[in-house]
């Protein structure tokens, strides 16, 4: 069972959103909240697997509260998914850095919100290539301190490559039959390269690739 907190200001769109997410088998929407404090309360107190968390809330926003979640090792398997308004919103850019595991347009179709859900839920970033590419490539251009790229050192050259792939958006599958690996292989070399520099999970991995300099926009295809 996939567990799901759900944080916006506005009733409707919680409303919306549980009546699409409960009616699925593996899916149960385990808290609510109105503010970023409540989300971080919540997933603190619940541990649910994923929070689909809105950016602009009153007393605590959506960017600070996925920031507090991501730095507390104890919630270090809960999921935040970005819900916004529109797919070049300033905000997502340091959500994805904080540690967010992507992004979901709050006008998304029901079946791609439920299938983000499961997505992130087993471990993948919510990272569709057209869009985000996009996006990061942008505010990536205008970090304000960029990680240095001796962050990449530790990467062996096969690493590297895997990297590439990852920040193109590609599954594990995709990179296995891409490089000529298998999937478990692929899954390896993506762990290690999560645990080499430090990134939660592959939305970082994204945000890394372009910080470094390790891609470029345009670059991929």
Known sequence: MIRVALADDQTLVRAGF???????DDIAIVAEAADGDQAVRHAAG????VVLMDVR??????????????????LA???????TTFDLDEHIYGALKAGASGFLVKDTE????????????????????????????????????????????????REREVLHLVAAGLSNEEIAARLVL???????????ILAKVGARDRAQLVVLAYES?????????
């Open 110 to 157: 029901p079946a791609e919100l439920i299938h983000g859900v499961r997505v992130v839920a087993r471990g993948d970033a919510l990272l569709a290539p057209s869009v985000t590419r996009r996006l990061i490539a942008e505010f990536a251009a205008h970090a304000a301190a960029p990680p240095p790229a001796t962050l990449l050192d530790a990467l062996t050259g």
């Open 182 to 192: 298998s999937p478990a292989t692929a899954k390896t070399h993506v762990s290690r």
């Open 46 to 49: 619940l541990l649910p697997d």
């Open 213 to 221: 300099g390790l891609v470029r926009p345009g670059w991929l295809t």
């Open 18 to 24: 549980r009546s699409i997410l409960q009616g699925e």
């Open 57 to 74: 809330m009153p007393v605590v926003d959506g960017l600070e509260a996925t920031r507090r979640i991501t730095a507390d090792p104890r």
């Open 77 to 83: 398997a809960v999921k935040v998914v970005i819900l």
